[in-house]
């Protein structure tokens, strides 16, 4: 036990970034500035096992597994916005409407980790969700609220078909 692996705050800089489907991070785009944080949430469902010679479950077997990526990204940029709306941006424009087209991204994330080491978050293949807001309000900074479906990447290993996480040798940049 120790204080040291308690983190608390997310990153000083280049906390989120996004590439194209299996590109590396150094071809991702910063997202830039974050606000509220970077949520991860992971759902299991499981099918119980059970026969009449005892009372409980005998095994568990997952049946389904889901994970999401949500965050708020305080740069309200015609390209952040794409991010989760999908579409083309040109010069000062942003067209969207039919996503069937969008292609999967890979996120990375590079927060804080124990003893005020660096953790990366590679989630291999995400598509946003659909679930999406931005609020313009007159006392407060808009944000781009977006939500991303971590994907199965088939490419991978069946014990790392999601992503990976890593505790990194090195400070986080200031």
Known sequence: MS????????AGTGALKAAAYGEPESNGRDLGFIKG???????????????DQFLGAIDKITTDEAMKIKFSLAEATLENIALALGGLVGENTLEFGDK???LPLTLYANVKGPNGLARKYTFWKCRPSGKTAQVYKRDG???IEIEFDVLCDITKAQNKRFGKIEDLEQDLPA
């Open 141 to 143: 900074e808009t944000l």
């Open 37 to 51: 944080g970077i949520s991860i949430e992971h759902e299991e469902s499981s099918y119980e096992i059970k026969v």
């Open 100 to 102: 069937t087209q969008t």
């Open 3 to 10: 204080s040291t692996n308690i983190v608390v705050g997310v």
